[in-house]
C-alpha cells in the first residue's frame, strides 16, 4: 500500500506511519479521486480511509532553495529550476543558463535534498531525431542511467538518455488502459519502453497489444520489460516504422490504436485509420497546439485528418490539456470514435 500512495503521489513523508496490534496507519496528503481509489482497489482489496493522528519527523527535509541560498549570489535564487522529473531513481531538471556555472552544485542540493536519487540529469537539448531522444549532461552522481521507473504496479528497465519517457504521462498511462475492454486488440504505434502496452497487459486478462518502435534500444527494453512484468504472451514487440508496419503486417486488426507521438501523429492518422478493424475503432492522440482555442483546432485537425484517410468520423469522446510544454503551447490528448469506412 505504502509504494501504491508513493506512486500516486499520495503519501505524506512529512508524517509517520502508525500501527497497533491490527492496523497499519498510512498518512496520505489529501483524499484519493476517483481514479486513484480505483487503482488501489485494483492492488489491496481491504482497506479504509479514516481519520488519524499522526506525528511529524523531527527534521522535515531541506528544500534546494535552504541549500543553496547562501552559495548562489541572491538575484540567481530566482532562477532556481521549480520542477524536476523522477525517473526511477534519476532526477532530471532544467537548468537555465544564468545557473550554468553552479549546476553541479543544484545536482548536488537535488541528491542531498532526495536521498533516493542516484543520479541528476540536465537537460542539454530539445527532444529530436527519428528516436525521440534528448541529450542530458549528468551534473551530479553516478554516470551510470539505466534505472528501474514504477508507476501502477508495472517496472519498467530504461536509460533516459538512450529511450523517450515521459513520467508526467503517468496518468494518461493509466487512463487509457482502464478504457480498454477485455478481448481487444490494441497498436500502440509509438510504444517506447512500453508504459502503454505493459499497463494493458497487467490490467486484462484478455488482450492483444502490437508494441511498434523504431528505436531498437526501446524496443531491446521493451522486450525486458514484458519478462519482467510477465506479460510476454498479450505484448508483442515489433521493431519498425509504424506506417511501414501497419501497412505491411498489421492493416484493420486494432479494436484502439495509441498514437504518442506529439511531435509528428497528426502525420499518421492515415495510417491509425488503417489499423482499424473496418467496422469502427477509437484512436487515442496525443499532439502539441499553440494559442488560444488549443483544443479545438486539435480536434479539427484530428477530423479533417480521418474524412482525409476515407473513415467516417463518429464523435470526440474526450479532449484534454495534458501539460503545458512552453509558455502558450500544451500538449493535447484527444479519445475520437471513428467508424466504417466512407462509399464514394
Not at 155 to 173: A, T
Amino acid at each position: 500500500m505504502i509504494r501504491i500512495l508513493d506512486d500516486l503521489d499520495l503519501l505524506d513523508r512529512s508524517l509517520k506511519v502508525v500501527r497497533n496490534d491490527r492496523y497499519l496507519f498510512i498518512p496520505i496528503k489529501e483524499k484519493p479521486s476517483k481514479w486513484q481509489l480505483e487503482v488501489i482497489e485494483k492492488e489491496v482489496s481491504e482497506f479504509e480511509i479514516c481519520i488519524h493522528s499522526f506525528q511529524r519527523y523531527a527534521k522535515p527535509a531541506k528544500s534546494i532553495l535552504d541549500i543553496l541560498e547562501d552559495k548562489l549570489p541572491p538575484h540567481l535564487l530566482a532562477c532556481l529550476p521549480r520542477s524536476i522529473d523522477f525517473v526511477g531513481d534519476i532526477a532530471i531538471l532544467e537548468i537555465p543558463e544564468e545557473l550554468e556555472d553552479y549546476k553541479t552544485l543544484i545536482g548536488e542540493a537535488v541528491m542531498n535534498v532526495f536521498k533516493r536519487v542516484r543520479s541528476v540529469l540536465a537537460k542539454s537539448s530539445a527532444v529530436t531525431g527519428v528516436y525521440r531522444v534528448r541529450s542530458y549532461e549528468v551534473v551530479a552522481g553516478s554516470e551510470n542511467t539505466e534505472t528501474v521507473h514504477r508507476e501502477y504496479g508495472c517496472s519498467y528497465l530504461l536509460d533516459p538518455r538512450k529511450v523517450y519517457f515521459s513520467p508526467r504521462l503517468s496518468y494518461e498511462h493509466y487512463r487509457i488502459a482502464s478504457q480498454v475492454v477485455e478481448g481487444e486488440t490494441i497498436v500502440d504505434m509509438f510504444a517506447g519502453v512500453g508504459p502503454f502496452s505493459i499497463l494493458i497487459a497487467k490490467l486484462h486478462r484478455n488482450v492483444r497489444v502490437y508494441a511498434i518502435d523504431i528505436n531498437p534500444d526501446a524496443i531491446g527494453y521493451l522486450e525486458k520489460n514484458l519478462r519482467i512484468n510477465r506479460v510476454e504472451d498479450k505484448v508483442i514487440p515489433i521493431l519498425g516504422d509504424a506506417r511501414e508496419i501497419i501497412q505491411t503486417r498489421l492493416r484493420n486488426v486494432a479494436d484502439r490504436v495509441i498514437m504518442n507521438l506529439p511531435e509528428k501523429a497528426i502525420e499518421y492518422i492515415d495510417v491509425a485509420c488503417i489499423a482499424l478493424k473496418p467496422s469502427d475503432g477509437i484512436i487515442h492522440y496525443y499532439g502539441f497546439e499553440d494559442g488560444s482555442y488549443a483544443l479545438e483546432k486539435a480536434e479539427a485537425k484530428v477530423i479533417e485528418g480521418i474524412v482525409k484517410a476515407g473513415r467516417i468520423f463518429d464523435k470526440v469522446l474526450s479532449s484534454r490539456i495534458v501539460k503545458e510544454v512552453a509558455p502558450y503551447r500544451w500538449q493535447i490528448a484527444i479519445d475520437v470514435k471513428v467508424d466504417g469506412c466512407r462509399i464514394v
